[in-house]
């Protein structure tokens, strides 16, 4: 009872980095809150879940393992959390903030009556008053969300309605395991009494997922263009500059709607957090909902050809003129001087 | 095969284009300055709807949306496009709902359009970008869902074949209706507003529009059947007010704060061959690239 959970999200038997990040948010979270941290996993051969998530500080691993159950559906999935958390009455629950818990997250929530925070940037605990009830309230999980297109940041609470839950892009917590040797223990379920077989309604027929072919996350180096490189062939600059100091390619929101780079490119808040060591923004004017994405790396090149861009008030280098003159330029002296 | 389509539509203020007098001198929204709009992927989930309705002739597509008296606007630019009609859903006690309350609050106004045998959507709203709602008013319809729709291949012997464009990948699944779909920004596009549905829909008013108009107006509405939309209370759709608007909602918004990010010193340099050079000796020679 009172413990927080977090929903695993498994890909050909393998728990999906954002729940690991989630695991480890997780972790901290229920120390602090002096309660178990308990995974919950559903799907099909689920036999190496335990040896994934147990040294991320798991305290009780529930599994559901049903060959119904992989690839996901919403309904079957939905069952088996609401009734699992009726039982259990968890304080706190998160999912990812993916196709799967954006689908998941919602039904679970309107079931329990339990309020829901989509895409929270962070997690704290905290007191809260209710000034006009005169009440007050203990460890409150502050869910903390860019609202208004990422205008304004907004902390979120559910006073009275459990579990306290949140989405939580990938890329955004970071990934740490807490003792290679934690023990957990593991609770398996007999999936018939959570799932009828009315909640087989939607079928998957067909999938192709791809493993991701871009690794932005993990990259050292990031060459990230904006809506300012003018087109899909500028953004060819940024690939050569790129494969010649050994980066990957980012891109902005605005950049990915207008169709230069691919929407796995994205940086910012409806995109990856990023935290390399040095960042080339190139015709990137730095909208908040970009920053906020990316004000975390330790060294930040600003190209843009005006100099009154946002973007420049966080950069350590400023360079004022077009990234098609300056790129060819950056590359032509790498060379040089590399040698 | 004709089939009874409602899709959910919201009004919302423009946040894509924020221009510099978006935000007040004091870092508050500047809400006047950002235009209010369709909500682009309810756009989206329009045309899949219209797309039905001209594959299944006798289909009717059927607009449901919640917010102020203004927001009648989305009910026209529907009709503009090919809709068949619409509800309005608006009264003081919806204001301040969170996502909870305003799925109650649609699903009981779908109780109350009666019959259907699909809900199609957009997959979130540019204001929140939270992805709750149309998952919410499923399951409070006690339906299913089938989210992230790029396209609606195939609606056959009761069920529909849909094809999901994921973070990685795609997926077509099948499933019987009635169910909600929530269609993704990557769908095609709605089709541009038709000049003949212009012409019959423009002065349509809802009850709210048509106490605020002059004499004229009112004259014209009585000659022409058309030109009423439907407005609903709470009360019209036999909404429990305590589960409408903040009483309903679970979630509570503690602190808005602005977003500030720290400044740092900045080093200037322009384009010129010699300070480009200078920098990339310094990044080589610190071990921050090579």
Known sequence: ?339 | MSLKIIVLAKQVPDTRNVGKDAMKADGTVNRAALPAIFNPEDLNALEQALRLKDQFPGSTVTLLTMGPPRAADIIREGLFRGADGGYLLTDRVFAGADTLATSYALHMAIKKIGDFDLIISGRQAIDGDTAQVGPQVAEKLGISQITYAEEIQSIANGKITVKRRLERGVEIVEGHLPLLVTVNGSAPDCRPRNAKLIQKYKYAKTVSERQAESNDYVNLCHSRTCLFLNEWSAADVNADAKQCGLSGSPTKVKKIENVVFQAKESKTLDSSDQQIEELMVELITNHTIG
Do not use: W
């Not at chain 1, 559901?64 to 079957?76: G, M, Q, V």
């Not at chain 1, 905290?126 to 309230?137: I, L, M, Q, V």
């Open chain 1, 1 to 339: 009872m009172n413990n927080l959970f977090v929903y695993l999200e498994i890909e050909n038997g393998k728990v999906e980095d954002v729940s690991l990040e989630l695991l480890t948010k997780g972790r901290t979270l229920a120390t602090r809150l002096n309660c178990r941290l308990e995974a919950v996993a559903v799907g099909q051969s689920l036999e190496t879940i335990g040896e994934q998530v147990f040294p991320y500080g798991v305290d009780v691993l529930h599994l559901f393992d049903d060959a119904r159950l992989y690839p996901y559906t919403s309904l079957p999935h939905t069952s088996i959390l609401v009734k699992l958390f009726e039982a259990e009455k968890p304080q706190i629950a998160f999912m990812g903030a993916t196709s799967i818990g954006r689908d998941l997250g919602p039904r679970v929530s309107s079931a329990l009556f339990s309020g829901l925070t989509a895409d929270c940037t962070a997690l704290e605990i905290g007191d809260h008053e209710e000034k006009k009830e005169g009440k007050t309230y203990t460890d409150l999980l502050y869910q903390i969300r860019p609202a208004f297109g990422g205008n304004i940041v907004a902390t979120i609470v559910n006073p009275d309605n459990r579990p306290q839950m949140a989405t939580v892009r990938e890329g955004v917590m970071k990934k740490e395991i807490l003792d290679a040797n934690y023990q957990g223990k593991t609770v398996s379920y007999d999936v018939k009494k959570y799932i009828s077989d009315a909640d087989f309604v939607v079928s998957v027929i067909e999938r192709h997922i791809e493993a991701s072919k871009v690794n932005i996350k993990g990259a050292p180096i990031i060459v990230a263009g904006g809506y300012g490189m003018g087109s899909k062939e500028n953004f060819g600059l940024l690939y050569d500059l790129a494969n010649t100091i050994g980066a990957e390619v980012g891109a902005s929101r605005a950049a990915v709607d207008a169709g230069f780079a691919e929407h796995e490119r994205q940086i910012g808040q409806t995109g990856v957090t990023v935290r390399p060591k040095l960042y080339i923004a190139c015709g990137i004017s730095g909208q908040i909902q970009h920053i906020a994405g990316m004000q975390d790396a330790s060294m930040i090149i600003a190209i843009n050809n005006d100099p009154n861009a946002p973007i420049n008030a966080i950069a350590d280098y400023v360079i004022t003129g077009e990234a098609e003159t300056v790129i060819p330029k950056m590359i032509k002296y790498y060379k040089k001087n590399s040698k």
